[in-house]
């Protein structure tokens, strides 16, 4: 479930960052390849980590454009409760 939820958030956060191309440019465009990538990654080790660490740099983003740093605030938020969430649910699942 972990998994899924993360995945959907990086793949809504790739759709808002290609907008955002408009703004900004490249770097908006390059973090929005990275989002899809690291959703085709999460099953693999490290996967949550890139997930991480693309999060990280949308945030840095903001250096370019306030707007970008909201934008990126609101979905590192939506990833650590997806992730939170996910986890709590897969932890569910196994006891069962």
Known sequence: MTRGLCSAILVFEAIVL?????VIGWPAGAL???C???A???GRPGGY???????AAIIGLGALS???LF????FAALWVAAYVVGLKIDR?????
Do not use: W
Not at 18 to 22: A, K, R, T, V
Not at 49 to 55: D, L, P, W, Y
């Open 18 to 22: 290609l907008m955002g191309m408009f």
């Open 32 to 34: 929005a390849a990275a």
């Open 36 to 38: 899809v990538v690291a």
């Open 40 to 42: 085709g990654v999460l």
């Open 49 to 55: 980590g890139f997930g991480h660490v693309v999060q």
């Open 66 to 68: 306030l707007s970008m």
């Open 71 to 74: 934008v990126g605030l609101v």
């Open 92 to 96: 569910d699942r196994a006891i069962r």
